[in-house]
């Protein structure tokens, strides 16, 4: 048994749904004031009850409510956790739900002694990480290396759904200028979340996974600028580019300023050859991604 913590996110759901191809038997935490249905219809998530039609079975329970997790956990063999708090609010924070959610389920799948905990992370978190969300993910990381369960941590670069979909796509699909911090020079290797679903699936019984921290990137290192670039040659025009200094105002949801601020101080370019053939997964480049995403804009 394998339960998905996160299912009804983008990502989540599509773990769930892969594993359920694969005939895996898959429960998933799901919240009973879920607003999955609604924001499935937005795009914004997948929506538990297809979920269940194609096979997962439920479990209600809360990251935030310990006791509730234990019928959640009993009896797995894997946990796979993507739950975060990114584009929620009010009581879902990094605090209610990237620190003390998680560390609520590592210490109830410890309990239930599962085997193994497949965390979903993020480049560069940090316990001592000035942005709340990249502490609290770090701080996950830490108690999850003490469990003494079996883990593997995730830690992808920035997703091209949510960064590069957000920071230059819907600007330029829209004729919008493109604001980017700093000057855009930094090279970061942008991965699609397809690509961390397939490692997610891939660990689960993958031996090279198997107590370790996984940096996981695109299948190459590009700067925003050569991501303006990319836009530019798929749509056929120009986009205009704004630049904002270090700490003035971007209009970004919470918490990417920070950490697009944060992008501008390092380079994450990660060689992924060893690892896309250890775990047979083929990466998406960014101009698949966005021709894709351009596709409903130029057919």
Same mark, same amino acid.
Do not use: C
């Given at each position: 048994m394998i339960v998905v913590v996160g299912a009804t996110g983008i990502l989540g759901g599509m773990i769930t749904r892969r594993l359920l191809e694969q005939g895996r038997e898959v429960r998933i935490l799901v919240r009973h004031d879920s607003? @999955?249905?609604?924001? /499935? &219809?937005?795009? !914004? /998530?997948?929506?538990?009850?297809? %979920? #269940?039609?194609?096979?997962?079975q439920p479990v209600y329970g809360d990251l935030r409510d310990r006791a509730s997790l234990d019928a959640a956990v009993e009896g797995v063999e894997t946990v796979i956790s993507t739950a975060n708090s990114v584009g929620r609010g009010g009581e879902d924070n990094p605090q209610s739900v990237d620190l003390e959610g998680n560390r609520n389920l590592?210490?109830? /799948?410890?309990? /239930?002694?599962?085997?193994?905990?497949v965390f979903v992370s993020a480049l560069g978190a940090?316990?001592?990480?000035?942005?709340?969300?990249?502490?609290?993910?770090? &701080?996950?990381?830490?108690?999850?290396?003490?469990?003494g369960m079996d883990y593997t941590v995730l830690a992808p670069t920035p997703f091209m759904e949510v960064w590069v979909a957000v920071v230059v796509g819907?600007?330029?699909?829209?004729?919008?200028?493109? *604001?980017l911090v700093g000057e855009g020079r930094r090279?970061?290797?942008? #991965?699609?979340?397809?690509?961390v679903a397939a490692f997610a699936v891939?660990?689960?019984?993958?031996?090279?996974?198997?107590? =370790?921290?996984?940096?996981?990137?695109?299948?190459?290192?590009?700067?925003?600028?050569? *991501?303006v670039a990319t836009y530019e040659r798929v749509l056929g025009y120009p986009v205009s580019l704004q630049f904002a200094a270090m700490g003035e105002p971007v209009p970004l949801p919470d918490p990417?300023?920070?950490?697009?601020a944060g992008m501008e101080t390092y380079d994450s370019a990660i060689e992924m050859g060893e690892i896309a !053939?250890?775990?047979?997964?083929?990466?998406? @480049? %960014?101009?698949?991604?966005? =021709?894709?995403?351009?596709?409903? &804009?130029?057919?």
């Open positions: 607003p @999955s249905e609604q924001l /499935a &219809q937005e795009g !914004r /998530a997948t929506s538990a009850g297809s %979920l #269940i039609e194609a096979g997962a590592i210490e109830a /799948a410890r309990d /239930a002694g599962v085997g193994h905990f940090d316990p001592n990480h000035p942005v709340p969300f990249m502490q609290a993910k770090g &701080q996950s990381e830490a108690s999850l290396r003490d469990s819907m600007p330029a699909l829209q004729g919008q200028p493109v *604001v090279h970061h290797s942008f #991965i699609s979340n397809r690509d891939a660990a689960v019984d993958n031996p090279a996974a198997r107590n =370790r921290y996984l940096a996981l990137g695109g299948p190459e290192p590009l700067s925003w600028r050569d *991501v990417m300023p920070g950490i697009l !053939r250890t775990f047979d997964v083929p990466l998406t @480049s %960014l101009e698949t991604f966005v =021709r894709e995403q351009a596709t409903p &804009q130029t057919a």
